[in-house]
């Protein structure tokens, strides 16, 4: 059984009706921000999350951590249904699912200490207090490359690397086994990008975690991921081992997205590449059919009209395409 | 190819309470006539405030303190305000990181277009019916370029209505509009997603070739620069630390700090192995001593890197502050 299991999650945010609206009782615009997704994740592995702005893959994460009520669907973690949960067992199951923020800034409360910052969670939860709860929060702090000197500093007086490190040890304190990385790294600076990947892959190794790392970025991604999933427009439209869909992507998103990174070692002249047409489509008025075709290269007419249903294509790898079995690819040479 | 624009020895100054900081101390660079300059650095690193210099945005609390800024022959440091007026909008051209501020939300894209013909092209016919019917035609043409569909319709609209990479595109276009010889480009796609990222940078690349242009890019991104520019050069501290060909300074960086760098870009073909981070931090720009300003993170560094080290020759075409550059070899 997996760690996690999530079926059929959605999270839709109603729009403000208008006037008329509210006269005439009709519901007004929905925006399907996560629609009907499910996955799993294995004890001890990696799943990276990977869209563009907008498509959903930030309240997907909270909305398996009921920071965000999900609308509709089901999680399961441990054997246990978060979705079910009353409100006292919702928080003790939060001790064991944490999350880590991406924007080391704003996630951290500028008039509280260190020490209240990462020490609230042994709190909250009952788990220790006073010397006590100082003493773990110290051990934790030095587990990430801080000093237990700075335990009554202030945000302010650390920088952007430091912070995120404040963030992953109060994330850490109450010893999860489960972590939703939600783009952790993608407002720091490439050197210190590093230095917090290297500090959450060691982490992971050490205290057997297991995440869910969400980013838009597909070097990271596929740097530190063991399977991936691939998000449009609220919806997974392809996952797998890592391998399986960076080496051989199979829907036409993934492959112009994967086209699109900008390579060291790939001259712009000899790299294949899938220019997209257009825009994001506003998820407040998201296209019929697939999702994609507004702006695919292979769009047909069933794409206009129905969704194309997830499909199995072995070794754990699937993918929503109604084109899948004809073996076309934008990639040059079909690889 | 000839020189286009030529910092020497640039140092731009600011005084802030915690004492004066040198965000660019010493910066020297060339850009020649069609070529495309990549200058990449982490946030701090001054590359930013080297083009504000060089634009002449650098605004109090900051100056700039010393150095000369040629551009086209001209000594851009000794122009008038008014005359540097007239080079910035029309002959040198700088896009910025967030188009969303750098637009004015008040007025529409068609009018924000009409104020850069309005204050720089002197070509415009004088009669009031033609001029208006002229700066139409180029603003639609403009929009046109840079791949905004229905152009005529788009010049009516305000900033808010335009998506992200559409905002970019307009800046570009605002930018172009006058045919600057040289487009500085401050990271153009930072705010933007990796599909749209693709689209603004082959963009750029067209113009610049059916212009004839010269581009800066900043970035902090080494794929976008391995991609996209001809040369290289990478700051540290507000210093260059390295300065060559793109290839050859991806290929065999000769500076420790380069060479760390690229070592910490996580690659899906690194998978499994061990990503080495530069250690540390970048060291406090405020009462920096003159020695090696990488030296405290640097793996290669000696007792005797802690003196002044100036640009040193490193192949041709190449230069690399460092030292220990034959050993990087």
Not at chain 1, 97 to 108: C, E, N, V
Not at chain 1, 270 to 285: E, H, T, Y
Not at chain 2, 136 to 154: C, F, K, N, Y
Request: charged share 20%.
């Amino acid at each position: 059984m997996s760690l996690l299991e999530v079926t059929g999650l959605s999270k839709h945010y109603a729009g403000r009706p208008s006037l008329v609206q509210r006269v005439t009782r009709d519901p007004g615009q929905v925006v399907r921000a996560v629609n009907g997704v499910s996955l799993a994740v294995e004890r001890g592995e990696v799943l990276g999350l990977i869209g563009e702005s907008g498509c959903g893959k930030s309240t997907l994460g909270r909305a398996i951590l009921r920071l965000h009520e999900p609308s509709a669907g089901r999680v399961t973690f441990d054997g246990t249904e978060v979705t079910a949960l009353a409100p006292p067992a919702l928080k003790a199951m939060r001790r064991r699912m944490q999350i880590i923020f991406q924007d080391p800034y704003a996630s951290l409360n500028p008039r509280r200490t260190v020490a209240e910052i990462v020490g609230l969670p042994l709190a909250l939860h009952g788990i220790a207090s006073g010397e006590e709860a100082r003493e773990i929060t110290a051990r934790v702090l030095e587990r990430v490359g801080l000093k237990a000197g700075q335990l009554d500093r202030y945000p302010h007086q650390f920088s952007g690397g430091q912070r995120q490190r404040i963030g992953i040890a109060r994330a850490l304190v109450s010893n999860p086994e489960f972590i939703v990385c939600d783009e952790p790294v993608s407002a720091l600076d490439v050197s210190i990008q590093a230095q917090i990947i290297a500090l959450l892959l060691e982490l992971k190794r050490d205290l057997g975690l297991t995440y869910l790392f969400i980013s838009h970025d597909i070097s990271v991604i596929g740097y530190l991921s063991d399977r991936v999933a691939v998000m449009y427009l609220g919806e997974i439209v392809e996952t797998g081992p890592v391998a399986a869909v960076l080496d051989n992507p199979r829907h036409p998103y993934t492959q112009s997205l994967l086209s699109a990174v900008p390579e060291i070692g790939a001259r712009r002249d000899k790299k294949a590449r899938v220019r997209l047409q257009g825009d994001l489509p506003s998820p407040l008025n998201p296209p019929k059919g697939c999702k994609f075709h507004t702006r695919c290269p292979l769009a047909t007419g069933i794409c206009r009209s129905a969704a194309p249903e997830t499909r199995d294509l072995g070794g754990g790898h699937s993918a929503a395409c109604h084109r899948l079995d004809e073996g076309l690819s934008l990639l040059e040479g079909g690889r | 190819m000839s020189v286009l624009l030529e910092v020497t020895n640039l140092r731009t100054e600011f005084a802030t309470r915690a004492g004066l900081v040198r965000a660019v101390d010493g910066v020297s660079l060339r850009v020649a006539r069609g070529e495309c300059l990549g200058v990449v650095g982490e946030s701090g690193s001054g590359k930013s405030v080297t083009f504000s210099s060089v634009m002449g945005l650098v605004r109090s609390p900051g100056r700039v303190a010393a150095g000369t800024i040629h551009f086209d022959g001209r000594d851009l440091r000794g122009l008038a305000p008014e005359e540097m007026r007239a080079i910035r909008g029309r002959d040198i051209a700088m896009t910025m990181q967030d188009a969303l501020t750098a637009l004015n939300p008040a007025l529409t894209v068609g009018e924000q277009m009409a104020e850069v013909m309005i204050a720089h092209d002197d070509t415009l016919p004088s009669a009031r019916g033609a001029r208006r019917s002229a700066i139409r035609d180029r603003s639609v043409e403009m929009l046109g370029l840079v791949g905004i569909p229905a152009p005529e319709t788009r010049l009516r609209q305000y900033p808010h209505e335009f998506s992200g990479g559409m905002r970019q595109r307009i800046m570009i276009a605002i930018a172009l509009t006058c045919r600057p010889q040289l487009l500085i480009a401050d990271e153009p796609t930072t705010a933007l997603d990796v599909t749209i990222q693709a689209q603004v940078l082959e963009l750029i690349s067209d113009i610049r070739a059916r212009l004839g242009m010269s581009v800066v890019l900043i970035t902090h991104d080494l794929g976008v620069v391995a991609e996209h520019c001809d040369r290289v050069m990478v700051m540290y501290a507000g210093q260059v630390v390295e300065e060559g060909p793109t290839d050859q300074v991806i290929g065999a960086p000769r500076h420790p700090y380069t060479r760390g760098l690229l070592a910490s870009i996580p690659r899906p073909a690194l998978r499994g192995q061990p990503i080495r981070p530069i250690v540390g931090q970048v060291p406090d720009l405020v009462g920096l001593p003159p020695q090696c300003r990488f030296h405290s993170r640097c793996p290669l560094a000696r007792q005797g890197c802690l003196v002044q080290v100036p640009m040193l020759p490193a192949g041709p075409g190449r230069q690399a502050r460092c030292l220990r550059l034959e050993e990087m070899s």
